[in-house]
């Protein structure tokens, strides 16, 4: 008998076909997520599940799932799993990193040069048919992009491709992580490690790529802003809740920055209505990996990783290998 899997949202056709050879699938064939009471009582009966980044997992929604025995997510980033709980009840984990890194750093410099030559508003003033002639004293005098200073806030994979791109701008590169990228990477993309506050007060571009988690909750706020030049932008490619964007609105009101490119938001997809007046940000709805083919590569490999988990093979993304290798060494001593 095949296992039973739920795939919680719409996805490509040769992503469930790829799963339909191996599990019977309870297909949620829509592209808003289930609501929590249902997303519960369809994990009831399920061996696996496909999740997307809107699927909150965490106790209650694990509480009847006592078969269940992995959730892959469609993302890299997982803060709507809640890891602990999942790794309590026994049920593995994956996430899908590497095949979103270049789309998410083509996003970051779309939303780069859009904010420091103000793109947007230029693109709604023709249409509105204010331009009434080419002026040399134009209202969209922006910022140069080439020669300026580009700094990153979390540089993983992501991050180096954002970085390496900004060789063909003759930018300066700095970073911060907690710990400094191996020699040979930092030489990969150019880029130079400083601490947090050195980072801050030299950009002229700051782009956001860490992960969530409750750590970094707000770790840019008004302090951090404060630190920042007045001709700089911030751009977030990242996830909502990394920047408060109470403090956020406030700078941008406040000119305290030039301008900001934001994807991601705190409470997405509801937005401070503040942010519609400002002409000063880009707003985009978290389309940072969004292209037909990494959403389909995505796609792929959460299914792969969901295939290799109820057959029994260690997954290529698993994010809590502990609970694997536990399942693991309980299969041995069972063994007869
Ligand atoms: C991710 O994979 O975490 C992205 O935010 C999805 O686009």
Redesign the pocket.
Known sequence: MKQKVLVCRSLFPAAIERLAEYFEIDYHDRDVPLVPADLAARLADKDGAITL?SDRIDSQSLAGATKLKALCN?????NNLDLAAISRAGVIAT??PGV?DET?ADTAWALLLASARRIVSADKWVRARQWQGWQFHDPWLGNDVHHATLGILGMGRIGQAVARRAAGFSMRVIYHNRNPLPVADEQACNAAWVDKKTLLSEVDFLVLLLPYSPDNHHCIGRDELALMKPQACLINVA?GGIVDDDALIEALQKRKIAGAALD?FENEPVLDPRFFALDNVVLTP?????TRATRLA?AMLAADNLIDALHGRRPPNLLNPEVWDARQSITKESAP
């Not at 469609?74 to 997982?78: L, M, Q």
């Not at 978290?286 to 969004?290: A, E, K, L, P, T």
């Open positions: 980044l469609v993302a890299v980033g997982y996430n899908t979103l998410t996830r991601v978290h389309i940072g990996s969004s995505m």
